[in-house]
C-alpha cells in the first residue's frame, strides 16, 4: 500500500489523481491532502478518503473546513505554509503529488524533498523557478522526481531503456491551443471565455490560459531543461494539434521515439505513481484509422510571443525564469479579472523581464526575491496597460 500525499487535491490534477486512487484501493491510499480554498470539495475528499490530515490556505478557511467535517472521520486540520510543508513531510507518506497552482508549490515541494519522499510532479513552476537548486537537492537526498505533465511523462517513457549519451534532443509537442490558426491582429480582441475553451485537454483555468498563449509550451521547455539535464539547443517545439503524439525523443542514429495515448491526465498520473509498472487504467487506445491524420507544424514564435520570451529566459537563466513565471502569473490572473486584454499577457510579461533583469548564480533567497519584484512590476506593467 503506498500511502500519498495529494497537494492541490481540489485542483484538476487531483481530482483526477483521486479517480486513480479510487479506481485501486489495494495499491494505494491517501495520508494527506491539501488545497486551497475549496473548502466543500476537500471536505467531500477528507469523507471519502479519510487522511490523517487536510491543509487549506488560512485559519478561517481552517475553521469552515473543521465545521464541513463536523462529527465526521477524524482529521487534523492545518492551514498555511507550515501546513503545507507538514503534509508534505508527513511520516506515513511514501510519494507526495505535487499538483499546486503555480509558485505555491515550490516550498512544500522542497520540504517533501528534504524529507526524502519520493516526487510526483505535476507544479512544473517548481523547476521553472528553481530547477537547479531543485534537481541538486533531489540529487543529494536520492529522491525520485517523476513527471506528471504528460509531455514529461512521455519524454520519460521515451528516454526508458535506451542510453543517455545517446540521445540527441527532446521533441516537445503541444497542440497549439485554441488560436493556432487565429489572426495575430484580433489577439487583442480574445475574450476570457474563448480563452478558457481548450480543444482537447480539460485543465484548471491558469494552465488553460497558459496553454492558449503557449506559456505553458515555454515553462514545459523549462521543466524538461532541469528534468532531463538537457541544454535548450537540445529541446525543440513541435505544434501537434491532435494532442495524441505527447512527446518524442530524436537519438544520435536519427531514431525517434515517440509515446501516444488519448489525452487523458490519469495516464501520466498512474504512471507516476506506480513507476515502473503500468495499471490496467483502460483508457481507450486512439482509433487510428478513425483519426486518419496526425499533423506537425514548427510554433509561430512571432504570434505567440509568450513562447518566444520563455525560451529567452530559459536561455539566459539564472533568476529570468522565476520573473517570467511571476510576471505570468500576474497577467493571468489580470486577463482572468477581466483587469487586461489578451494580448496584454505577453506584454505584461516581456516588459517585466526586460525591467527586472537577472541575477547569474542563484540561491532560493535570491530567487523568492525575484518571484517578489517580478509580481510588484509585472503588476505596475498590468495597471498601465489594462483593461482596454
Ligand atoms: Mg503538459
Given at each position: 500500500m503506498k500511502q500519498l500525499a495529494i497537494l492541490g487535491s481540489t485542483g484538476s490534477i487531483g481530482q483526477n489523481a483521486l479517480k486513480v486512487v479510487a479506481a485501486f484501493p489495494e495499491r494505494f491510499s491517501v495520508a494527506a491532502l491539501a488545497a486551497h480554498s475549496s473548502v466543500d470539495l476537500l471536505a467531500e475528499q477528507i469523507h471519502r478518503f479519510r487522511p490523517e490530515v487536510a491543509v487549506v490556505i488560512d485559519a478561517n478557511r481552517a475553521a469552515q473546513l473543521r465545521d464541513r467535517v463536523g462529527n465526521g472521520p477524524p482529521v487534523q486540520i492545518l492551514h498555511g505554509s507550515d501546513g503545507y510543508a507538514a503534509a508534505a513531510s508527513l511520516p506515513s507518506v511514501h510519494t507526495v503529488l505535487t499538483a499546486m497552482v503555480g509558485a505555491a508549490g515550490l516550498m512544500p515541494t522542497l520540504a517533501a524533498i528534504d524529507a526524502g519522499k519520493s516526487i510526483a510532479l505535476a507544479n512544473k513552476e517548481t523547476l521553472v523557478m528553481a530547477g537547479d537548486i531543485v534537481m541538486a537537492r533531489a540529487r543529494e537526498k536520492e529522491v525520485s522526481i517523476l513527471p506528471v505533465d504528460s509531455e514529461h511523462s512521455a519524454i520519460f517513457q521515451c528516454l526508458a531503456?535506451?542510453?543517455?549519451?545517446?540521445l540527441d534532443r527532446i521533441l516537445l509537442t503541444g497542440?497549439?491551443?485554441?488560436?493556432?490558426?487565429?489572426?495575430?491582429?484580433?489577439?487583442?480582441?480574445?475574450t476570457v471565455e474563448e480563452a478558457l475553451a481548450h480543444p482537447n485537454w480539460q485543465m484548471g483555468p491558469k494552465i488553460t490560459i497558459d496553454s492558449s498563449t503557449l506559456m505553458n509550451k515555454g515553462l514545459e521547455f523549462i521543466e524538461a531543461r532541469h528534468l532531463f539535464d538537457v541544454?535548450?539547443?537540445r529541446i525543440e517545439v513541435v505544434i501537434h494539434p491532435?494532442?495524441?503524439?505527447?512527446s518524442m525523443v530524436a537519438y544520435a542514429d536519427g531514431s525517434v521515439m515517440a509515446q501516444l495515448g488519448a489525452p487523458d491526465m490519469r495516464g501520466a498520473i498512474a504512471y507516476a505513481l506506480s513507476y515502473p509498472e503500468r495499471l490496467a487504467l483502460k483508457l481507450p487506445v486512439p482509433d487510428f484509422a478513425a483519426l486518419g491524420q496526425l499533423t506537425f507544424e514548427a510554433p509561430d514564435m512571432d504570434k505567440f510571443r509568450c513562447l518566444a520570451l520563455a525560451l529567452k529566459a530559459c536561455e539566459g537563466g539564472g533568476t529570468l525564469p522565476a520573473v517570467l513565471n511571476a510576471a505570468n502569473e500576474v497577467a493571468v490572473e489580470a486577463f482572468l479579472d477581466h483587469r487586461?486584454?489578451?494580448?496584454g499577457i505577453a506584454a505584461v510579461v516581456e516588459e517585466t523581464l526586460a525591467r527586472c533583469g537577472s541575477t547569474r548564480s542563484v540561491d532560493m533567497a535570491g530567487i523568492l526575491d525575484a518571484d517578489r519584484q517580478g509580481r510588484v512590476v509585472a503588476a505596475e506593467v498590468a495597471t498601465r496597460l489594462g483593461p482596454r
Open positions: 531503456g535506451n542510453r543517455r549519451q545517446d497542440s497549439g491551443g485554441p488560436f493556432r490558426t487565429r489572426d495575430r491582429e484580433s489577439f487583442a480582441a480574445i541544454p535548450p539547443e491532435q494532442s495524441i503524439v505527447h487586461l486584454p489578451y494580448d
